[in-house]
């Protein structure tokens, strides 16, 4: 949030896209706030029904946190930089305080949220089944109300849980508080953040961004036990470096295309021309 004032003033003397570049800074603004506890008020909401000491969390989520942000800075910087350059133009003014009050509806829904569910909505399902379960509810409810109401069950469902309220919510804009605010700093200052855009582009990075962090789990894990059957191997390490990443390397690219690909299709679609179609 606090990046994107500063981003449109660079937009403005640098004769970037604008309103490209509110989008990426709204989407990374979701996707990477998960590498500290206090980074995103939805992981302390979470964190208040299971805790977990600060120095384990940052252990589970730096190596992750650094995956997602690859995935969702390489995209985007080349997006938005596929635009070219235009005049330079001037943003109308400075963001005024009423940004914030875009967060009370939601604090207090979370609250009301937080008070009749007691116990908690626990998912139950595998940890893919969780996180997309968690994803789909924030990116409809909006992860702050979604994060009240959930219940991690375990480990496993509070990183699921985590994930799913951080990177969700990129599949609309009005998934989150954080992109809330961006979208009126933007209209204030002048940009647009389109909706149908920030979808797009969303929709094109969740699914690579929601792989990531369980694929380096299983990474990881597979070390383990690679290490726990190393004499049942033959010419092979239990840590070979081309197992270990040619293969996520492949699958991770594979993923991100597939959905890259019809997502930029769609993004450069006129949305009048889509409604005429329909």
């Known amino acids: 949030v606090v990046a994107t004032p500063v981003a449109l003033q660079a937009a403005g003397q640098h004769r970037m896209p604008a309103g490209r570049l509110a989008v990426a800074v709204a989407i990374t603004a979701n996707a990477t706030s998960f590498l500290l506890p206090t980074a995103n008020i939805t992981s302390l909401l979470l964190l208040g029904r299971m805790p977990l000491p600060a120095l384990a969390y940052l252990r589970s989520s730096w190596a992750a946190w650094l995956l997602v942000t690859a995935l969702t800075l390489g995209p985007l910087s080349a997006w938005v930089g596929h635009a070219g350059t235009g005049p330079a133009r001037a943003t109308r003014d400075r963001p005024s305080a009423r940004a914030v009050l875009d967060l009370l509806p939601m604090f207090l829904a ?35 109300p979604a994060a009240a109401a959930l219940h991690p069950a375990g480990p496993a469902g509070l990183w ?90 492949v699958l991770l690219v594979t993923a991100l295309f597939a ?16 409604l005429r179609y329909e």
């Open 259 to 274: 959905c890259w690909l019809p997502a930029r299709r769609a993004a450069k679609v006129d949305p009048m021309v889509a």
């Open 160 to 249: 699921a849980a985590i994930l799913a309220t951080a990177i969700g919510p990129n599949l609309l804009i009005t998934g989150s508080v954080a992109t809330l605010i961006c979208r009126r700093i933007a209209r204030q200052a002048g940009p647009t953040l389109r909706a149908w855009q920030f979808t797009a582009i969303g929709s094109a990075l969740i699914p690579a961004q929601l792989a990531a962090a369980p694929a380096l789990t299983a990474v990881l894990l597979a070390l383990g036990i690679g290490r726990a059957f190393s004499g049942m191997l033959y010419q092979v390490s239990p840590a070979d470096p081309v197992a270990f990443s040619f293969a996520p390397a």
């Open 110 to 144: 979370a609250s009301a949220i937080r008070a009749l569910l007691a116990q908690g909505i626990a998912l139950h399902a595998s940890f893919v089944g969780q996180l997309a379960d968690g994803a789909a509810l924030a990116a409809g409810l909006n992860n702050l």
